[in-house]
């Protein structure tokens, strides 16, 4: 199994990034899909979430109307598009699948939104 996360890196305020997770050695189209992220000294928290079939998107208060869950079943990708960078949204994000029980996670990929 595994989920491999890209597309972090460091941009200005108000910029925007596309994360990616490619997804591996499950059946991915089965399993829901989150985003995660951690910033340094902060629990872990939920970002976005995605349902099985995509028909269902659910998101943090803090990125409502900036990020968008999407996902494509046909490439095992998942997708976070993120808009109005702030600095609150520097942290290491991580891919997430959840099927009843099994959860896996990817390695994290780095945000960082500065100046």
């Known amino acids: 199994v595994q989920l491999v996360e890209s597309g972090g890196g460091l941009v200005q305020p108000g910029e925007s990034l596309r994360l990616s997770c490619a997804a591996s050695?499950?059946?991915?189209?089965?399993?829901?899909m989150s985003w995660y992220r951690q910033a340094p000294g902060k629990e872990r928290e939920l970002v976005a979430r995605?349902?099985?079939?995509?028909?269902?998107?659910n998101y943090a208060d803090s990125v409502k109307g900036r990020f968008t869950i999407s996902r494509d079943n046909a490439k095992n990708t998942v997708y976070l598009q993120m808009n109005s960078l702030k600095p609150e949204d520097t942290a290491v994000y991580y891919c997430?699948?959840?099927?009843?029980?099994?959860?896996?996670w990817g390695q994290g990929t780095q945000v960082t939104v500065s100046s």
């Open positions: 995605i349902s099985d079939g995509g028909g269902s998107t």
């Open positions: 997430n699948a959840r099927l009843r029980v099994t959860n896996y």
């Open positions: 050695g499950f059946a991915f189209s089965s399993y829901a």
